[in-house]
């Protein structure tokens, strides 16, 4: 987006990094590959065939696709949905070639036979699905996508209540009830400090700004 009505950095307090959520990449079943190396042969042999389909226009899907290909040194046509769930529909019918979807839904389809997995997005394997390898396990060393949640305060917000608040959560990540509810729902619990969420933000920040630049990613 050209233009914000907020500062993303200068306009919040981070107050605590709490859980990651993975991507699982996953293929039509027709596709002739059963891993990313097999996938990424096969876009370099097909150039322009192939396409993904995402959750919209500069949507975090579109993000982690768009990671992959620059980092893979392929090409795919990009074919935007409104949500995770019209580009799922579409990868089953065969109309897309590749989805990042939410681990979580993919699962069910996954087990069904309806979708190819061939990879999870972050840096650890998904417990939801322990024998499918990361994209870095794969061959492409280094990479990382995914959801992330944090909790943010408004900027100003007193350091005693930032404070109070990042204890808070920290608590609650190490209760056996709070992780298990978070891993059944795909995520990994995290925890740790206000600077920590902060640079957290400025990592991510400085890594999709270089991503939307390649891609010539724009939401009016």
């Not at 990009?78 to 979807?101: C, I, Q, R, W």
């Not at 061939?118 to 322990?130: D, G, H, I, N, Q």
């Amino acid at each position: 987006m050209a233009k914000l009505p907020y500062d993303p950095v200068k306009d919040f307090a981070p107050v605590g990094l709490f859980a990651t959520l993975s991507y699982t990449v996953v293929v039509h079943p027709s596709l002739p590959v059963r891993s990313v190396k097999e996938l990424i042969a096969l876009a370099k042999a097909r150039p322009g065939e192939l396409n993904y389909g995402s959750a919209g226009q500069g949507s975090s899907t579109q993000l982690a696709i768009e990671q992959f290909l620059a980092q893979a040194g392929i090409k795919m046509t990009h074919v935007p949905y409104k949500g995770n769930t019209p580009a799922m529909t579409a990868l089953m019918s065969g109309e897309v070639t590749m989805v990042f979807d939410p681990v979580l839904t993919s699962v069910p389809q996954i087990k069904a036979g309806r979708i190819r997995a061939l990879a999870v997005s972050t840096a650890k394997r998904s417990a939801l699905l322990p024998g499918v390898p990361t994209v870095a396990e794969s061959g492409l060393k280094g990479y990382e996508s995914g959801n992330w949640f944090g909790i943010f305060a408004p900027a100003g917000t007193p350091r005693a209540v930032v404070d109070r608040l990042n204890n808070a959560i920290n608590r609650a990540m190490t209760s056996t009830e709070m992780r298990d509810r978070l891993q059944s729902q795909g995520a990994e619990p995290l925890s740790g400090s206000p600077e920590d969420l902060g640079r957290h933000v400025q990592r991510e920040l400085a890594k999709y700004a270089t991503i939307v630049k390649q891609a010539g990613i724009r939401i009016q």
